[in-house]
Each structure stands twice: as structure tokens, then as C-alpha cells.
């Protein structure tokens, strides 16, 4: 794409003395910068990109986007001032792929838990109805009609440029539809920045990411982003939807979004879609679904109260994009999971064993309710806390954790560069604060094993944290890691060795 071209997509115009060349990438690592590259440069996490004009100019630069004032830049390289370099660079992205968005309907759930299983009940609904979805989560990302990448190392919402030529290559694939997770972060990074959102949806907003975002406050601020953006200088036809939870704390903030449509969804709270008379069971729940005033009897084989509250986000939207309730219906009733949430390990033991990715305390103590519920036995988790991440929510978890589990199996959840036996000791005073059982094991394996070993008839041992992911960072080291790979190895080690996962 030609030069001047991408500078319009930012609001920046070529001066008719600089050469309007063709442009070969958008750079943001010098290091990777090639001759005829565009770079642009702003300040990071931890190092101001602004600091290496000069190095991107040595390597070819052909020009640069600078976040603040150029004058203050000594190089002899176009340089281009914006307001926000990161919303530029998202800009830059989406013009160089063909604004790929502008051909999709594009929906974003954003919220603290449920983002990934919402996402793909929607999937699964839309598939029904005979839509033609794409798929960005933090499991994996699918253009066409089979999984193209797992992401699997902590990732969910992509930086830009991949982003970007995701959307596009669903376009170039016939996709009608994008299903985007959207998270805080990106939001309040401008990852997504310049994309025209069809649907926004809450799942709900709870503690996390405060290591980020400071304060409460500030975090759902990242993610009204979603919705106060929703309708504004909109070009498609028809309107924008905002699918909001009556039963969270978000609502009443979040429906003071100026553009768009509202549906609202909720099963305490008196709501626009619905749900009444449930029956909870070990592997499936079953409600009344209803949409306005009229209702269809559902079987979700995703267990769990938070799971019909994933379910009516995702029917909201389907009815929002104009799904029937037949449709609606059958997508939930198919809906085949997600790895790594709430997924069962079998291999022909007498207890349960089960894999989850809760990792804040309200989704931890949600999947800590239902696992009581279905259980027998007695309830042993395993459980961590991310290093270099929130620090404040280690003592709530350990307070979920030892108000409703039998035993508390603490271990390392990807510590980085945090000490181990520090963050195991915040999640230990929490277990102890509510009268809580507890060991502390940091080697994960080690510890997967030890609860295994535990486990008798009619027991459940809940391995949470960690889900679906492929890693476990110690340091600056990623090592190859699977919960689910960890039990399945434990239970043959017990002599339980038929590998089947439910």
C-alpha cells in the first residue's frame, strides 16, 4: 500500500515533498524494521519506542509515525505526529489489510469471565442459523471452518497486525460474521481501535487486571470502551447492539451507552431475554429460555448457573442479529464446549476430575459452588496465582478456595519473575483467614499428582487456573505445560489408563 494512502487512514496527509512509496510492513520493533518498512513509535509497557527512530531509519525506515511532538525527535526520517501512537498503529493495520471489517459483522464480548465459552455458544448458535462465523479467542482463532492456530500462551485479544489479517483472511474465506473476545487491555491499548462493532456483549465485571488498570473503577472504564463506541460515526446499515447483564454490577453504567440498540439478559434480574426453572446437573443444565414473551425448554450440556448466564449472552446476541428461538435453541443444545473450561478427565477412575480455567475469585468460586453441588466425596483444588500479575486477588482466592474445598493444594500458576513461595504464602493466608485445609506443593506436577493420589470414590479434584494453556512461565522461560496432559499422565501412574476425555 502506498504511503499516502496509509497516512489517511490516520488523518495525517503526505506533503507533496516527500515521495509517496509503497510501504512493505508496519513496524513497531526496530529490530524487525526492513527497507521500505513504516514505523511507528510510542511508548511502551517497558521501553519508549521513540528512543529507536534513529535505528529504525538505519534499517529503512521510509517513514515514521511518532505519538507527541517530532520536533522533539532529531532524525532525518519523515516523522509523523499522532495523538495516540497505539491507535495508530491499529489504524495503520486496518487500512493495509483493506479495512476487512467494513465487509463483516463484527461482534465483541467483552468481561471479566465467560468471555471464551459465550463466544463460542454464539459460534454455535450462528452455525445454526446458517451464518458464516469466524472465531478470535483466547483458546484459538478460526477464519474458516476449521481451528487455523491455538494460541494457548496467555493471549487472548491478538496485537493489530495479526488481528488484522485475521479479519481479513475471514473475508478472503467467505465469513459473513466475526466473533471477537475483546479484553480489557486491548481495549484500553486501542487494539481494536477504528473497527465499526455491530454487537457489543458483558459477560460480567469482576476483580482482575488490576495490576494494570489500578482501580476498579478504571477497569470497567477499559471496558465500556466497547459500548460507548457502539453507533458512533457508523457507516453499515442497520443499528448496533449492546448486549448487557441485569444481573451485574456493569448495568447500570453500561446502559448508559449513548449508541446503539440495548438488550439486556439476566436470571435474577427482570430482563429483555431470560431464564426460569433450572435444573442443574453434573454435566448439563436445563432452563426455560425466553426471549420477550416467547419461550422454549433448553438442555445446555455445559453445567453450572454461570454457564445460563454465558447462554442468554449468547442468545441475546443471536437474537439481536435476528436468530430465531428454534435456531437459538438447538445452537445451545449442540454446543460441545470449550477446552479447559469445566473439561472432565476420564480414564475409568471412581472420582472426577476436572479442568478449569477459573482464575479470578468469582469464577473460581462459581465453578467451587457447582463442583460442591455434583460432589459426593470431598472437593480438592488445586490452585495458583499468576506472577506479575494482580497481586490483590491472591488472598480472595485463597478465601474461595478454603470456604468451600475440603483441601487446598497451592502451587506455582506461571510466578515469572515473582518468588513462588511469596505468592503461595498470600494465596495460604487466605485458606487460613475462613478456617481452610491446605499443603503448598510449587511444582505443578508434584501437585497434580498429590491430589490425584488423594482422590477416592465420590470425590472431585478441580485443577484451576490454567485451562486451556500450553505454557508454564517460570522466569522469563516458557515451558511446555497441560493440566489436562499432567492429570491424564497421574491417573495412569494409579493404574486408571483408558486416555478419554469427556
Known amino acids: 500500500m502506498r504511503l499516502g494512502a496509509l497516512l489517511e487512514s490516520i488523518s495525517v496527509t503526505l506533503p507533496e515533498t516527500i515521495p509517496d512509496c509503497d510501504v512493505g510492513a508496519i513496524r513497531t520493533d526496530s529490530r524487525c524494521v526492513r527497507p521500505g518498512d513504516l514505523f511507528v513509535a510510542y511508548p511502551g509497557v517497558r521501553v519508549d519506542g521513540r528512543a529507536f527512530i534513529d535505528e529504525a531509519k538505519r534499517r529503512g525506515a521510509c517513514a515514521v509515525v511518532v505519538e507527541g511532538d517530532p520536533a522533539s525527535v532529531v532524525s532525518t526520517v519523515p516523522c509523523f505526529p499522532v495523538r495516540s501512537g497505539r491507535e495508530a498503529w491499529a489504524l495503520l493495520c486496518r487500512a493495509s489489510h483493506g479495512f476487512p471489517d467494513r465487509a463483516l459483522t463484527i461482534i465483541g464480548i467483552t468481561g471479566t469471565d465467560g468471555k471464551t465459552t459465550t463466544a463460542t455458544m454464539l459460534d454455535t448458535i450462528l452455525r445454526v442459523a446458517r451464518r458464516r462465523a469466524g472465531l478470535v479467542t483466547t483458546v484459538g482463532a478460526r477464519t474458516g471452518d476449521h481451528l487455523e492456530r491455538a494460541t494457548g500462551l496467555h493471549t487472548t485479544t491478538p496485537d493489530p497486525p495479526e488481528l488484522f489479517s485475521l479479519l481479513g483472511a475471514m473475508r478472503a474465506e467467505g465469513r459473513d460474521t466475526a466473533i471477537l473476545e475483546v479484553t480489557s487491555h486491548a481495549l484500553a491499548m486501542e487494539k481494536v481501535a477504528g473497527i465499526e462493532f455491530d454487537v457489543g456483549v458483558i459477560t460480567n465485571v469482576t476483580r482482575d487486571h488490576l495490576d494494570f488498570h489500578r482501580s476498579p473503577h478504571a477497569y470497567l472504564e477499559a471496558k465500556a470502551r466497547l ?276
Not at 293 to 308: D, F, K, Y
Open 227 to 502: 459500548f460507548d463506541g457502539l453507533g458512533r460515526n457508523r457507516r453499515k446499515p442497520g443499528p448496533a447492539w449492546a448486549i448487557l447483564n441485569a444481573d451485574d454490577r456493569s448495568f447500570e453504567r453500561l446502559s448508559q451507552n449513548p449508541g446503539g440498540q440495548t438488550l439486556s439478559y439476566g436470571i435474577a434480574a427482570v430482563a429483555d431475554v431470560g431464564a426460569s426453572d433450572p435444573l442443574h446437573g453434573p454435566r448439563a443444565s436445563t432452563f426455560t429460555l425466553r426471549i420477550g414473551e416467547r419461550a422454549a425448554r433448553v438442555t445446555l450440556p455445559a453445567p453450572g448457573a454461570h454457564n445460563v448466564l454465558n447462554a442468554l449472552a449468547a442468545a441475546a446476541a443471536a437474537h439481536a442479529l435476528e436468530s430465531s428461538l428454534g435456531e437459538i435453541a438447538a445452537g445451545l443444545e449442540s454446543f460441545a464446549g470449550v477446552p479447559g473450561r469445566y473439561e472432565i478427565i476420564e480414564q475409568g477412575q471412581p472420582f472426577s476430575v476436572i479442568v478449569d480455567f477459573a482464575h479470578t475469585p468469582e469464577a473460581l468460586r462459581r465453578v467451587l459452588t457447582h463442583a460442591r453441588g455434583s460432589t459426593t466425596g470431598r472437593l480438592i483444588i488445586v490452585i495458583g496465582c499468576a506472577g506479575e500479575r494482580d497481586a490483590g486477588k491472591r488472598f480472595p482466592i485463597g478465601a474461595v478456595a478454603g470456604s468451600t474445598a475440603d483441601l487446598s493444594i497451592v502451587t506455582n500458576e506461571d510466578p515469572r519473575g515473582e518468588s513462588p513461595g511469596e505468592i503461595a504464602a498470600a494465596i495460604e493466608r487466605g485458606i487460613r483467614s475462613v478456617g481452610g485445609r491446605s499443603v503448598t506443593i510449587l511444582d505443578r506436577d508434584e501437585a497434580i499428582s498429590h491430589a490425584i493420589g488423594l482422590g477416592a470414590a465420590g470425590d472431585t479434584i478441580l485443577l484451576a487456573g490454567k485451562g486451556h494453556e500450553q505454557s508454564l512461565c517460570i522466569g522469563d522461560t516458557e515451558h511446555a505445560w497441560d493440566d489436562r496432559e499432567a492429570a491424564r499422565r497421574a491417573l495412569a501412574a494409579r493404574g486408571y489408563g483408558s486416555r478419554k476425555a469427556g
